[in-house]
């Protein structure tokens, strides 16, 4: 059964950094495409970042673009999501996913399995 565990959120000041760590088991991954996406309250679930874990191509949201880098360690079969410069408007609940096809995509609706969720808030 596919496990994804996120961790790393917390209260930071704007301008501040967070790495969230996305630790996946069940099966292999070799083929799949792992996303984060994030939902705010009140607001529609939004892509942030997505990287094919063979490979390491990645795809990062216009709205984070030069702030977050989402990379992974195949050694431990965990996904990270560097951010930096952060802004009030990140905060929200980010979640990691994965998806069994090899395309990058950015509906959450392709996804196949969800994490629980690490809430980021950060403060003006």
């Known amino acids: 059964q596919v496990q994804l565990v996120e961790s790393g959120g917390g209260l930071v000041q704007a301008g501040g950094s967070l790495r969230l760590s996305c630790a996946a088991s069940?099966?292999?991954?070799?083929?799949?495409?792992m996303g984060w996406f994030r939902q705010a309250p009140g607001k529609e679930r939004e892509f942030v970042a997505a990287?094919?874990?063979?490979?390491?191509?990645?795809y990062n949201a216009n709205s984070v673009k030069g702030r977050f880098t989402i990379s992974r360690d195949n050694a431990k079969t965990t996904v990270y999501l560097q951010m930096n410069s952060l802004k009030p408007e990140d905060t929200a609940v980010y979640y990691c996913a994965a998806d069994r096809s090899l395309v990058l995509r950015t509906s959450g609706d392709e996804y196949d399995y969800w994490g629980q969720g690490t809430q980021v808030t950060v403060s003006s």
């Open positions: 069940g099966r292999t991954f070799s083929n799949y495409v």
């Open positions: 990287i094919k874990w063979t490979g390491g191509t990645t």
